[in-house]
């Protein structure tokens, strides 16, 4: 059983900056964590140990402005599939090999770009992208929002390099979407909210679970399953209250609670346009969270939750490291960013 409250952790630096970072989700068991690192004119996969992120295999985007990207690894195969998106409002799908031997560049196997919207359209581009794990049923293949126009989900079919306006049921003004390490809680759909409403949806845009939160707890910004197999999944807001939800229940949460001196991280995040709430999960029904410059810790086992917070230790997240994400690797916590003004 994992101690939260002796969890050890280190600030890792990318050596180039970072648009997003996306922990690769495997839609099988793997004990080898992976990331997606995501540049503004390069991406790379990666994996992360002793405080230092291990380059595995670069994609160069030189001709393109890159704004998010996401992956998964079908449940057989050493593959991974990557999303990509960019600002001229393109998405490009590659197969990939997923660790390699050497920091090879450019992307060996299959490669797809889909335009998104019309060629007219101005001021609007791809602002994340998340590609659906085990779709089968003929639906999306991948799904994604824009910047630019709000109540508009749009599905990806790579087979036949078409985007669509997807008629999500029920229909909903503003969704964002949460990309999900372990994606056995979507079941090859995916998972959106609105401001106090948490969603999954099939690949056809079909809801298949609805949560609301309580009033005046803030809006949510972040959610995260348990693990393989597991029901659990942990919801936080961007006021500092953090939700556990049993996927079974619809009857409200499992737990709850505020967690006190986390009220800058939404006011951060509004002001500057930063993506300050981050979680991540290890797999076995723990959980690690950012908000703002605190630290939360979750913890279910046989139904009993425990949580602990504490403040980032002084200097540990130094002024000019931007944090982009989290991953665990052998149950230590690594908070993957750059340093600002560092370039690769």
């Known amino acids: 059983m994992l101690d939260i409250t002796a969890i050890p952790a280190c600030a890792t630096v990318c050596s180039f900056p970072l648009v997003c970072v996306d922990a690769i989700s495997f839609c099988r068991d793997s004990s080898q964590p ?15 140990s002793g ?12 001709h ?3 704004t998010d990207g996401a992956g998964y690894v079908p449940h057989s195969g050493n593959r991974a599939v990557l999303a990509l998106a960019d ?5 490009t799908l590659h197969s990939v090999p997923l660790y390699a031997t050497d920091n090879t560049k450019g992307s060996s196997g299959d490669c797809s770009t889909i335009f998104v919207g019309e060629p007219w359209e101005r001021g609007v581009y791809v602002s994340k992208v998340v590609p659906l794990c085990g779709n089968g049923g003929g639906g999306a293949d991948a799904v994604c929002v824009r910047k630019g126009e709000t109540g508009v989900m749009w599905g990806t079919s790579f087979e036949y390099a078409t985007a669509w306006k997807m008629s999500l049921r029920p229909n909903v003004d503003k969704l964002d979407l949460h990309r999900q390490q372990y994606p056995h809680f979507c079941a090859g759909g995916f998972v959106a909210s609105s401001r106090d409403t948490l969603f999954t949806f099939d690949s056809h845009g079909e809801a298949q679970l609805q949560m609301k939160i309580p009033e005046g707890v803030g809006p949510l910004e972040a959610v995260q399953g348990g693990g393989s197999g597991s029901p659990l999944y942990a919801v936080a807001t961007g006021c500092g209250t953090v939700f556990l939800h049993d996927a079974r229940y619809t009857g409200g949460p499992l737990w709850i ?4 001196g986390c009220a800058d991280a939404r006011d951060f995040s509004e002001n500057l346009g930063v993506h300050t709430v981050m979680m991540t999960s290890n797999g076995r029904d723990v959980w690690a969270m950012l908000l703002g410059r605190k630290f939360i810790f979750l913890r279910c086992v046989n139904g009993t939750v425990t949580c602990r917070s504490f403040p980032s230790p002084p200097r540990f997240l130094f002024p000019q490291f931007s ?5 665990f690797e052998s ?14």
């Open 51 to 62: 405080g230092a992120v291990t380059v595995h295999r670069f994609f160069p985007q030189h």
């Open 257 to 260: 609670q505020r967690i006190s």
């Open 323 to 327: 944090p982009a994400g989290l991953l």
């Open 34 to 48: 992976s990331l997606l690192l995501v540049g503004h004119d390069k991406a790379c996969s990666a994996s992360v």
């Open 331 to 344: 149950n230590t916590l690594h908070v993957v960013g750059n340093a600002l003004g560092k370039s690769g």
């Open 87 to 91: 600002a001229a409002s393109t998405v």
């Open 64 to 66: 393109r402005l890159l």
